[in-house]
């Protein structure tokens, strides 16, 4: 019984070290937000015409005429883009 407790007691130790470690590196500091916003804009696919992006931490694919939130209007100027009010909506155009 003895040996059963120290079994389960390595056990539980071992998985929260390893928990403890992919969180480390999740968490490194030599990732900055610029290297991780390409990364998820790279993995988005873009048809011809369009323009990835990541956007409030979402990657999207930006094409001029789409609609567009005004709150995020700086994430859009990074992208070649301006967020500009036509006809009462927010609207994509390539700067």
Do not use: D, H
Not at 47 to 70: R, V
């Amino acid at each position: 019984m003895k040996n059963v407790l120290t079994l389960v007691s390595v056990a539980v130790v071992l998985v929260f070290s390893l928990a403890g470690c992919g969180s480390k590196s999740a968490s490194s500091p030599n990732n900055s937000s610029k290297s991780s916003s390409s990364a998820s804009a790279s993995a988005k696919n873009c048809a011809a015409g369009y323009t990835a992006a990541t956007i409030n931490g979402q990657a999207k694919c930006l094409q001029p005429g789409q609609e567009c939130q005004q709150a995020q209007a700086s994430s859009y100027k990074q992208y070649g883009f301006t967020c500009t009010k036509v006809n009462n909506r927010y609207v994509l155009q390539k700067k």
